[in-house]
C-alpha cells in the first residue's frame, strides 16, 4: 500500500521509522516543510510543499495513489487537511478539523469536559477583551494560568509564578493578547507533576501508550522562556516515578470520556492519537490541556517501544477496527534529549553546518529542524535533532542519550539534567509532599 506521511519533523521521522518496521509492503511517501535526511533515506520520496494547505495536500495524495495519510503536525489538522483528504476517498489517521478542536481551541476543550461533566477541569474563565479580567484574578488570588486560545507552539502559555511574578505582569500579557485580536482562557494553575498520556483512537476504541514527562523549559533545572519541548523521559513500567496506578487510570478514563464526548457532540468518532496533558494533584489528576496528535518529544519514547505493528495500527484506527488490534509496548525506558541552536527559543542561529557523524546509534538519532544546504546538514532554526536512549532503568537510558547527544556538534546546547536521577527525585519528592 502507498502511504502519504504528512510533516517533517522528528515526530515524524519517530513515526516514517514504525512505518519501516511493519511487515505489510508499503511505498511511504511523505510531503515536508523541509528536507528531513532521516525521512527521506526511509521513503520512497519526499517532496517539500506546503502542508498546510488541503487542495495541495489531497493533490499529491492523488498523485503519488496514496490510500492512507498520517497527518504529523498539529497545523495541517486545524486547516481541516483531514477533512479533505477523507472527501476525497483517503483514509486518515488524524481528527477532522471540528474534532481536532480539542487541541485547537482552549476554550472548546474546558467546554467540552464541563459540558459532559469530565473530570479534570479546573476554575476558568474565556475572555475577549480586558472586561473582568482583574476580577477573574483576584477571584483566583496568586495561582492562575494565562493561555492564548489557539495554536502557538506550545509557547502561549503563562503561568503565574514561573512567567508571571504579579497581577500587573498577568495583565500586560491579556492585553498583548487583546491588541492580537486574540481570545484567551484564565484558569486555576494546578499544583503538582506534568505527565503525558497518548491513546490511539479509532473513534469508540482506545489503546493507551506508556505514560512520559516532558520538559517545557529551555533551561537546566527547569528555567528559561518555554519551548515545545526539551527532551522526555518513561519508565519500564510505562509509569512514573511519581505517579500511583490510580493517576493512570484516571488519565485513562479522562481520554476515553473525552473520545466519547466528541462522538456525542459531532456524530461522528475521533481518529488519531488522543494526547491528554495530565497534572498529578494532591486530589487526583487534572486535565492541562489536549493536543490532537502525537506528542513531540513523546513519540520519540513510544514508537520505538512498540511491539506491534504500525500499519496495522493505522488502518485499524483509520477503519474503526482498533479493538481487534493487540497493541503492546516493550517493558523499557526510554530518555529523549533534543540539541537545540544557541540563542534558541527566541533567537535562535540559522544556517549553521551540524556534524552528526559521531552519533554511534544512529537508529536513535531523530532529525528535526534541518535542512540540506550545499550538501551540508544546517540548523534550520527550531529544535534541530534529537537522540533516544533506551534501556531497563531510566538512569541508564539518560547515560546514553546524554553520550550521545553530546557527540552532536556544532552551535547548540541541550539539557543534560533530563532523565538524570537528582531531577527524577525532585519530582517523586515533590509529589510526596503534596500527597
Given at each position: 500500500?502507498?502511504?502519504?506521511l504528512?510533516?517533517s519533523g522528528?515526530r515524524e521521522?519517530?513515526?516514517?521509522?514504525a512505518l519501516d518496521?511493519?511487515l505489510?509492503?508499503?511505498?511511504?511517501?511523505?510531503?515536508?516543510?523541509n528536507m528531513?535526511?532521516?525521512?527521506?533515506?526511509?521513503?520512497?520520496e519526499?517532496?517539500v510543499?506546503?502542508?498546510?494547505?488541503?487542495?495541495f495536500?489531497?493533490?499529491?495524495?492523488n498523485e503519488?495513489g496514496?490510500s492512507?495519510?498520517?497527518?504529523?503536525?498539529?497545523?495541517p489538522l486545524?486547516?481541516g487537511?483531514?477533512?479533505?483528504l477523507?472527501?476525497?476517498?483517503i483514509?486518515?489517521?488524524?481528527?477532522?478539523k471540528n474534532?481536532?478542536q480539542?487541541?485547537?481551541s482552549?476554550t472548546?476543550t474546558?467546554?467540552?469536559?464541563?459540558?459532559?461533566?469530565?473530570p479534570?477541569?479546573p476554575?476558568?474563565k474565556?475572555?475577549?477583551?480586558m472586561?473582568g479580567?482583574l476580577e477573574?484574578l483576584?477571584?483566583?488570588?496568586?495561582n492562575y494560568?494565562?493561555?492564548?486560545?489557539?495554536?502557538?507552539g506550545?509557547?502561549?502559555?503563562?503561568?503565574?509564578g514561573d512567567?508571571?511574578?504579579s497581577?500587573?505582569e498577568?495583565?500586560a500579557y491579556?492585553?498583548e493578547?487583546?491588541d492580537?485580536?486574540?481570545e484567551?482562557?484564565?484558569?486555576e494553575k494546578?499544583?503538582?507533576?506534568?505527565?503525558?498520556?497518548?491513546?490511539f483512537c479509532?473513534?469508540?476504541?482506545l489503546?493507551?501508550?506508556p505514560?512520559v514527562?516532558?520538559?517545557?523549559r529551555a533551561y537546566?533545572g527547569?528555567?528559561?522562556?518555554n519551548t515545545g519541548?526539551m527532551?522526555?523521559?518513561?519508565?519500564?513500567?510505562?509509569?512514573?516515578p511519581?505517579?500511583?496506578?490510580e493517576d493512570?487510570?484516571?488519565?485513562?478514563?479522562i481520554n476515553?470520556?473525552?473520545a466519547k464526548a466528541l462522538?456525542n457532540?459531532?456524530?461522528e468518532?475521533?481518529?488519531?492519537v488522543?494526547?491528554?496533558g495530565?497534572m498529578?494533584?494532591a486530589?487526583?489528576?487534572k486535565?492541562?490541556?489536549?493536543?490532537?496528535?502525537?506528542g513531540?518529544?513523546e513519540a520519540?519514547?513510544?514508537?520505538?517501544?512498540?511491539?506491534a505493528?504500525?500499519?496495522?495500527?493505522?488502518?485499524?484506527?483509520a477503519d474503526?477496527?482498533l479493538n481487534?488490534?493487540d497493541?503492546?509496548?516493550?517493558?523499557?525506558a526510554?530518555?529523549?534529549?533534543?540539541?537545540?541552536?544557541?540563542?534558541y527559543?527566541?533567537k535562535?542561529?540559522k544556517?549553521?553546518?551540524?556534524d552528526v557523524?559521531?552519533?554511534?546509534?544512529t537508529?536513535?538519532l531523530?532529525?528535526?529542524?534541518?535542512d540540506i544546504q550545499?550538501?551540508?546538514?544546517v540548523e534550520?532554526?527550531?529544535?534541530?535533532v534529537?537522540?533516544?536512549?533506551?534501556?531497563?532503568?531510566?538512569s541508564e537510558?539518560?547515560?546514553?542519550?546524554e553520550n550521545?547527544?553530546?557527540?552532536?556538534?556544532?552551535p547548540?546546547?541541550?539539557?543534560?539534567d533530563?532523565g538524570?536521577m537528582?531531577?527524577v527525585?525532585k519530582?517523586?519528592?515533590h509529589?510526596?509532599s503534596?500527597r
Open positions: 500500500m502507498k502511504i502519504l504528512i510533516g522528528a521521522h519517530a513515526i516514517a521509522r518496521r511493519s505489510h509492503e508499503k511505498e511511504i511517501y511523505c510531503l515536508a516543510s528531513n535526511p532521516g525521512i527521506a533515506e526511509l521513503c520512497h519526499l517532496t510543499g506546503n502542508i498546510n494547505d488541503s487542495e495536500v489531497v493533490n499529491h495524495a503519488v496514496a492512507l495519510a498520517i497527518v504529523g503536525p498539529e497545523n486545524a486547516t487537511v483531514a477533512d479533505t477523507w472527501d476525497a476517498g483514509k486518515v489517521v488524524g481528527p477532522k474534532l481536532a480539542i487541541e485547537t482552549k472548546f474546558r467546554n467540552l469536559l464541563e459540558e459532559y461533566n469530565i479534570g477541569d476554575k476558568y474565556t475572555f475577549n477583551s472586561s479580567v477573574f483576584n477571584v483566583l488570588g496568586e494560568v494565562v493561555k492564548y486560545d489557539g495554536l502557538a506550545g509557547k502561549g502559555v503563562k503561568v503565574s512567567h508571571i511574578h497581577h500587573n498577568a495583565l491579556c492585553q493578547l487583546v492580537k485580536d486574540g484567551f482562557v484564565i484558569e494546578f499544583i503538582g507533576q506534568e505527565f503525558s498520556l497518548m491513546s479509532d473513534g469508540e476504541t489503546k493507551h501508550m505514560a514527562q516532558d520538559h517545557k537546566e527547569d528555567t528559561g522562556p519541548g527532551g522526555t523521559y518513561s519508565n519500564a513500567d510505562h509509569s512514573l511519581f505517579l500511583t496506578n493512570i487510570a484516571e488519565a485513562q478514563a476515553m470520556a473525552t462522538k457532540k459531532f456524530g468518532g475521533y481518529k488519531g488522543l494526547y491528554g495530565f498529578a494533584t486530589d487526583g489528576v486535565l492541562i490541556e489536549y493536543n490532537a496528535r502525537f513531540d518529544p520519540m519514547n513510544v514508537l520505538p517501544l512498540l511491539d505493528d504500525f500499519i496495522e495500527i493505522c488502518n485499524s484506527i474503526g477496527t481487534s488490534v497493541v503492546q509496548f516493550q517493558n523499557k526510554t530518555v529523549c534529549k533534543y540539541a537545540v541552536p544557541e540563542g527559543p527566541e535562535p542561529v544556517g549553521k553546518p551540524i557523524s559521531n552519533v554511534v546509534n537508529d536513535d531523530f532529525y528535526a529542524s534541518v550545499n550538501g551540508q546538514l534550520a532554526g527550531s529544535r534541530t534529537a537522540v533516544v536512549g533506551i534501556a531497563n532503568t531510566i537510558a539518560e547515560k546514553i542519550a550521545e547527544i553530546s557527540a552532536v556538534e556544532g547548540l546546547f541541550h539539557r543534560t533530563i538524570s537528582q531531577l527525585n519530582r517523586v519528592e509529589m510526596d503534596l
